[in-house]
């Protein structure tokens, strides 16, 4: 069963701010996921990542596959990405997931 | 847009109740996911379904029961509903059963069994 560990559990920023949370896993993957979860909300999908790199707006997320090891940034952080932070492995050509535990992110103006 | 919805946001029951959670999904995928968020846990997986009236057990199936009668609707079942069945339960749905594949949640039901 993989392991799945974020970092920081959490985190606060002032506006503007370089944001970076962590991902390590322990068996080797298909896919890993960031999900976006707002308070009280439902989850939403920011990346599925199978190597290398990804950018969105303001958001970007990188993977190293040898390291078992996944980040995911956000430049010039705003109070609007407060929220928690989901990292989710999967292996192989299995629909399950292992999520981790989340991490808060507050960015205060 | 892909579309999940639940029947409730907030739901308290007794115990030893049935409880009956709901999920629709708009966009004729094949697989829905009914899971469990509790605080200091990853989301856990209760059930899967990959096609009407097919489901799959997941991590931790105890206690609940599914039904998916038709493609777009896929019920999360408590038979007698107990204190440590108090949780967010999130429902998902994806186009494929395979890791790789974007699943997209419901907004969550906060179930609070007293």
């Known amino acids: 069963k993989n392991e799945v560990e974020q970092s920081p559990q959490n985190l606060t920023a002032q506006e503007g701010e370089f944001i970076t949370i962590n991902c390590s896993y322990s068996?080797?993957?298909?896919?890993l996921h960031w999900l976006q979860q707002h308070p009280g909300g439902g989850i939403v999908s920011l990346f599925m990542?199978?190597?290398g790199k990804k950018k969105h707006g303001r958001l970007i997320a990188t993977i190293n596959i040898q390291e078992k090891h996944s980040s995911l940034h956000i430049t010039a952080s705003h109070p609007r990405d407060s929220a928690v932070y989901i990292c989710?492995?999967?292996?192989?050509?299995?629909?399950?997931?292992?999520f981790g535990k989340g991490t808060l992110l507050t960015v205060n103006p | 847009d892909v579309k999940v919805t639940q029947s409730s946001r907030y739901l308290v029951k007794r115990t030893g109740e049935k409880v009956f959670l709901e999920c629709v999904q708009d966009?004729?995928?094949?697989?829905m996911f009914w899971y469990r968020q509790d605080p200091g846990l990853g989301l856990r997986l209760i059930y899967f379904?990959?096609?009407?009236?097919?489901?799959e057990k997941g991590d931790i199936p105890e206690g609940y029961s599914v039904s998916r009668e038709k493609k777009e609707r896929f019920s999360l079942i408590l038979e007698s509903a107990s204190t440590n069945q108090t949780s967010m339960y999130l429902c998902?749905?994806?186009?494929?059963?395979?890791?790789?594949?974007?699943?997209?949640f419901g907004p969550g039901t906060r179930l609070t069994v007293l």
């Open positions: 998902a749905s994806s186009l494929f059963a395979v890791s790789t594949d974007t699943q997209y």
């Open positions: 068996v080797g993957i298909s896919a």
């Open positions: 990542l199978s190597s």
């Open positions: 989710a492995v999967g292996g192989g050509s299995n629909y399950k997931l292992t």
């Open positions: 966009m004729d995928h094949e697989n």
């Open positions: 379904s990959y096609d009407v009236k097919m489901k």
